[in-house]
């Protein structure tokens, strides 16, 4: 097996970027696939999500399309574009442009002898793993919806969704019609059933303050993103933008995802100017190397949608509680 992947000491490398693009394919059940390079290759042995490189004249998907029939022998039928992801190592800077592939015609088979396996998060069964998709298992373990509190959506409505969704679930507390004290008391008194139900939850507020309360993520404002200097030390940190700016300032910080909006015009925030429709939406967060959720005015049967247009997902208040 090849050495660990290690990346030129030249900080100024000019060589141009290899273009890839990757495919997660996955499983209704939460599975998805890793292959494994096979000898004669560049890190033989070690595992990575299938594809290859982009030809000249192709798009990244008709990549993908042609990589995944010759490599998986099956038909691409349903391929959401997500996100990006630019490694060097010592062969080369390779950029690799990553689909979600929830659909395809056929039974995946290595036609190039490599092994695959079907795994699922938060365990792997197999490795080593190549460090460019390392990012792409943290964002993979992040639902498609987020649902965010308000002070419309009660403890019992909250409740019977964990029950039935638990560790699907990504809660986003949010109450602004509670000051500081009132949310930590808010929080406070629910966090750990919340947690044992298996939510991943994130507290929209001062990260300062937050450390405290014995909580592993925060949900930061577009104010406080800009703000800050570096990563708050939690476990998970997103945070709400509007603009580029916001999103380049996530990904300079090394965020876990963002949130973008707002998509359509929404009764919670009349005063934010004009909404950003899909087109727009689509073009900010094209090439990002973060995970993107779309809100505004946007519920679980705009899902579909939203993917369609490079989003990880969407997070929505009200209409996230009633599915």
């Known amino acids: 097996m090849s050495a660990e992947p290690q990346a030129p000491a030249d900080a100024d490398d000019t060589r141009p970027w290899i273009e890839v693009a990757a495919a997660v394919l996955e499983q209704p059940d939460g599975r998805f696939l890793l292959a494994q390079r096979p000898e004669g290759k560049v890190y033989a042995g070690w595992w990575e999500f299938p594809g290859g490189k982009v030809e000249a004249g192709e798009t990244a998907r008709d990549a993908l399309v042609r990589e995944l029939a010759e490599e998986l022998d099956i038909g691409v039928r349903h391929a959401w574009?997500?996100?990006?992801?630019?490694?060097?190592?010592?062969?080369?800077?390779?950029?690799?442009?990553?689909?979600r592939v929830t659909a395809w015609d056929g039974v995946p088979r290595g036609?190039?002898?490599?092994?695959?396996?079907?795994?699922?998060?938060?365990?792997?069964?197999?490795?080593?793993?190549?460090?460019?998709?390392?990012?792409?298992?943290?964002?993979?373990?992040?639902?498609?919806?987020?649902?965010?509190?308000?002070?419309?959506?009660?403890?019992?409505?909250?409740?019977?969704?964990?029950?039935?969704?638990g560790p699907a679930t990504l809660l986003q507390a949010r109450r602004h019609d509670?000051?500081?004290?009132?949310?930590?008391?808010?929080?406070?008194?629910?966090?750990?059933?919340?947690?044992?139900?298996?939510?991943?939850?994130?507290?929209?507020?001062?990260?300062?303050?937050?450390?405290?309360?014995?909580?592993?993520?925060?949900?930061?404002?577009?104010?406080r993103l800009a703000a800050l200097d570096a990563r708050p030390a939690f476990d998970r940190v997103g945070a709400s933008c509007h603009d580029a700016a916001d999103l380049d300032r996530a990904e300079a910080l090394g965020l876990d995802y963002a949130v973008l909006g707002n998509v359509h015009p929404t009764p919670s925030h009349p005063d934010r100017g004009g909404a950003l429709g899909w087109p727009r939406f689509a073009a900010l967060i094209a090439g990002?190397?973060?995970?993107?959720?779309?809100?505004?005015?946007?519920?679980?049967?705009?899902?579909?949608?939203?993917?369609?247009h490079g989003a990880h997902g969407i997070a929505a208040l009200r209409a996230a509680w009633r599915a």
Do not use: K
């Open 81 to 99: 574009p997500w996100i990006e992801r630019r490694h060097v190592y010592a062969h080369g800077r390779v950029r690799l442009r990553f689909f």
């Open 111 to 165: 036609r190039e002898g490599q092994a695959f396996a079907w795994q699922r998060l938060p365990d792997l069964d197999v490795g080593p793993i190549l460090p460019a998709n390392g990012p792409i298992l943290a964002a993979l373990a992040l639902p498609v919806v987020m649902r965010v509190t308000d002070a419309s959506v009660d403890d019992a409505c909250i409740d019977a969704t964990l029950a039935a969704h």
């Open 288 to 308: 990002r190397t973060l995970p993107v959720y779309a809100i505004g005015g946007l519920g679980p049967e705009d899902l579909d949608v939203a993917r369609a």
């Open 178 to 223: 509670l000051d500081a004290t009132g949310f930590d008391a808010w929080l406070g008194a629910r966090l750990a059933a919340w947690q044992a139900r298996g939510a991943r939850v994130v507290a929209n507020g001062d990260p300062r303050r937050l450390a405290a309360c014995g909580i592993t993520g925060v949900h930061l404002t577009a104010a």
